[in-house]
Every structure is written in structure tokens, then in C-alpha cells.
């Protein structure tokens, strides 16, 4: 089993930024992949950005120049900074790891970015 902890949301003005960050403990595995992923009132839940075991990333077209994943893989964690944050950032965001022995989810923290 795996535990991931979120934290680092809140309430932010556009424009502004805002750092994630998913703590995982348990079953981790050297090789695996974390994420970011968010979801809206409303919406189905989506990728914002995730990242290997070997570093290699991807992004939501939507966030590129904007957001940054990163992995401290000593501290078994995952970042998200988040610059020039609009409203439409709006979400609860989720951290997820997958490894060969499963696919894991936080509990999300929320963000809020007012206009």
C-alpha cells in the first residue's frame, strides 16, 4: 500500500502563485509515476502534469509555461508550482502514483483562485 498526503492549496488571486506538494509513504517502489490531477466542480477529473521515475514530464496543454512538476526522490516527494494562476485553475487537486504493484490517490487539497 501506498499513502500520498497533499498540501499546499488555498485561496490565491490570479495572477498569483501557489506550490503542491505529495508526500508518499509505504509500498513506493524505485520506479513509478506521480501526478497531478484536478478536478472541477462539474468536470471530470484530468492530468495537469506528471512526472517518471526517470524524471521525464508531461503537461496539460492548458497549464504549459505556467506549471512545474519536480520529484525529491530522497523525500519520496512530488511538487506542483503554479504560476500565474487563473480562475479557471479552480480545482481540487489530486496527487496519484502508479507502480507495478498498483495505482494510488491522495485526497486532494483544494485550490481556489479568485478574479
Known amino acids: 500500500q501506498v499513502q500520498l498526503v497533499e498540501s499546499g492549496g488555498g485561496l490565491v488571486q490570479a495572477g498569483g502563485s501557489l506550490r503542491l506538494s505529495c508526500a508518499a509513504s509505504g509500498s513506493i517502489f524505485s520506479r513509478n509515476v506521480m501526478g497531478w490531477y484536478r478536478q472541477a466542480p462539474g468536470k471530470q477529473r484530468e492530468l495537469v502534469a506528471r512526472?517518471?521515475?526517470?524524471?521525464?514530464?508531461n503537461y496539460a496543454d492548458s497549464v504549459k509555461g505556467r506549471f512545474a512538476i519536480s520529484r525529491d526522490t530522497a523525500k519520496n516527494t512530488v511538487y506542483l508550482q503554479m504560476n500565474n494562476l487563473k480562475p479557471e485553475d479552480t480545482a481540487v487537486y489530486y496527487c496519484r502514483m502508479t507502480n507495478a504493484r498498483g495505482d494510488y490517490w491522495g485526497q486532494g487539497t483544494q485550490v481556489t483562485v479568485s478574479s
Open positions: 512526472i517518471t521515475s526517470d524524471y521525464s514530464t
